[in-house]
């Protein structure tokens, strides 16, 4: 069985985040045991898996998502790969289209001339909620806001100049037991930065997920994209996200609906020798 390792939200080669893509021959998923063990296995934060579709009209492939510890809903950065390995294997429809099939419904993905990728994915409408007591102990500085992203069960916490979101350095125990598996740490891009072009920084750090930090995450860009395009009054952004790999997404805002735009390099093509 053929697998593929894609540096997602990247230009160039171990920049962005790494995930696995498995595309199944079969039509249904192996049990969720041998899902999960390959992808304990390649330890990425996500590992991609898919299978055609034919019982249906108004998705091309069902797609699922695992961390090396757990299945998750929305997965951002494994869905950029995985559109990036079937445009590459001539999978995609004419009009260089598909649609997925999700826990989080259907997604769909496209491939420009110029090979970036553009996810249309569900927006997460922040809505704000008090910072949490103890967000200085953990992070080392005090957040300015806080945000709940509903369903897509991220704790967004704003501090107040990018330097400050770059330096953090959180416990990983202390930030798992914040009341959200995912928390993702933003502000406006400032003076200083070394990756000029991009308007607002992140960082994502999900630990009881088994991921201290992700390199670069799509889905929380699905409620940073609103959050940053009212408070500066643009429907189309760059978010850089500031990990040690960084990556960057553009955002562009469409009511319900988020547009997040990458690249994506595969930069390893190997066989399992073990079936699913």
Not at 16 to 37: M, Y
Not at 79 to 107: I, K, N, P
Not at 143 to 168: C, I, N, S, Y
Request: hydrophobic share 45%.
């Amino acid at each position: 069985m053929r697998l593929r390792t894609v540096d997602a939200f990247a230009a160039r080669p171990f920049t962005g985040n790494p995930a696995a893509v498995v595309l199944l021959e079969t039509a249904a998923f192996p049990d969720d045991s041998r899902l999960q063990a390959l992808a304990a296995e390649l330890n990425l934060s996500e590992t991609a898996y898919l299978h055609p579709l034919t019982d249906t009209t108004d998705a091309d492939w069902a797609l699922r998502w695992f961390t090396p510890t757990t299945e998750v809903d929305m997965c951002g950065h494994a869905t950029l790969a995985a559109a990036h390995v079937l445009g590459g294997d001539g999978l995609l429809d004419e009009e260089e289209r598909v649609r997925f099939r999700t826990r989080s419904g259907v997604m769909g993905a496209s491939r420009a001339a110029d090979g970036s990728l553009t996810l249309d994915f569900p927006t997460a409408a922040p809505v704000p909620v008090p910072v949490p007591d103890d967000a200085r102990e953990i992070f080392g500085s005090d957040p300015v806001a806080a945000w709940d992203t509903g369903p897509l069960q991220m704790l967004v916490l704003e501090f107040a100049d990018e330097r400050t979101v770059r330096d953090l350095a959180p416990d990983p125990a202390a930030v798992a037991a914040l009341p959200a598996p995912t928390v993702v740490v933003t502000a406006a891009a400032g003076s200083g930065n070394r990756e000029p072009g991009h308007d607002f920084v992140s960082r994502v750090f999900a630990p009881a997920q088994g991921l201290p930090e992700d390199p670069v995450t799509g889905s929380a860009h699905t409620a940073l994209a609103p959050l940053w395009s009212q408070r500066l009054g643009r429907a189309a952004l760059t978010g850089l996200q500031v990990s040690r790999r960084t990556g960057e997404v553009r955002t562009t805002l469409r009511g319900e609906r988020t547009l997040l735009t990458g690249r994506a390099v595969t930069v390893l093509d190997a066989e399992l020798l073990t079936g699913l």
